[in-house]
């Protein structure tokens, strides 16, 4: 089983990050600022209805929505249709062999030559499946689950620049990239298109929420998986502001962040897996997130914890 801790304070948290973001980026890890409090000053917000406007079925949270989607400066996604690979699936407009409702079958014409079936499309490539590294196996996880302990939530006093600053993400060696940035290149199955030294401006992902083949990273979000309101009301509230930036910006320590359809992000919100699950995905989103849990010695609520060994009881070993 994997040792579980609390987040260590910066000097340690900047040793372990080091060895993966290195291989990417050179130099330190450059971090945003804490808040002065909840009332400073908001990082830029984009989204529906205007920049920083907040969507009618937006989640509770939805300005660490906003900071897990596409920075305002590179666009914004509610203002242009979905882009989809060449290799993604078009969608079904009627039943093979069915006629459209209230239209005759043609007719062949006597001695005309039967016609040929159509042939079948040739089979799309399967993109792999990138989740987060350190997800555990489904013993392990169950051995963790146990190992949790189950306290009600508390979510107040909860807002997201206590885990953010005034940034949405930390900025990494001497070109500065975000985590996003970095998140994006480490999940695209394919090597990604660069403007510059960081900003992505293509590639190809797998979203894990939904299924979607996705090329265009204006569609896509770099998901917590155990959201940033979830982790507060669940012992983060007591961490420190450095050991919460560090969970926020979690790239190779747990299971924590996921690039996926901003479509699907929304959806989930900031809910639990009492609430919401990835569908034909639940298995190993529940294991990534006790995982998370158990790393970061996170409580559950009864119902999650109720939920998440009915979805580990039916995963394969």
């Not at 994997?2 to 130099?27: E, F, H, Q």
């Not at 975000?178 to 992902?205: M, Y």
């Amino acid at each position: 089983m994997r040792r579980v801790r609390k987040p260590s304070a910066t000097s340690a948290v900047s040793a372990i990050s080091a060895v993966a973001l290195l291989a990417v980026l050179p130099g330190a890890a450059v971090a945003a600022g804490p808040p002065a409090g909840p009332d400073a000053a908001a990082p830029r917000q984009h989204g529906p209805a205007g920049h920083g406007a907040r969507a009618a079925n937006a989640p509770q949270d939805y300005a660490e929505a906003a900071c897990e989607g596409p920075p305002p400066e590179e666009g914004d996604v509610y203002t242009r249709p979905p882009t989809t690979s060449p290799h993604s699936t078009p969608p079904k407009t009627s039943q093979k062999g069915t006629a459209p409702q209230g239209s005759t079958p043609p007719q062949q014409a006597k001695g005309a030559a039967p016609k040929r079936p159509a042939k079948k499309p040739a089979s799309r490539r399967a993109l792999p499946h990138k989740w987060p590294r350190g997800v555990p196996g489904r013993d392990e996880a169950v051995r963790m689950l146990d190992d949790l302990t189950v306290r009600p939530f508390n979510g107040k006093g909860y807002d997201h620049r206590l885990f953010t600053g005034s940034s949405c993400w930390v900025q990494h060696g001497v070109d500065r990239c975000t985590t996003r940035q970095i998140a994006l290149r480490f999940h695209s199955v394919t090597p990604v298109k660069l403007d510059g030294p960081c900003k992505v401006v293509g590639g190809e992902w797998h979203s894990e929420y939904d299924g979607r083949t996705m090329a265009d990273p204006l569609h896509l979000d770099v998901d917590h998986v155990v959201p940033l309101r979830n982790a507060w009301g669940s012992g983060a509230s007591a961490w420190s502001f450095e050991e919460r930036r560090e969970f926020a910006n979690d790239l190779v320590a747990s299971p924590q962040l996921i690039v996926v359809s901003t479509w699907s992000n929304r959806a989930k919100g900031d809910k639990g897996p009492d609430q919401w699950l990835p569908k034909g995905a639940e298995c190993t989103y529940s294991r990534a997130w006790i995982g998370v849990k158990d790393y970061y010695r996170l409580s559950v609520t009864r119902a999650e914890k109720d939920k998440l060994r009915q979805v580990l009881d039916t995963c394969p070993l």
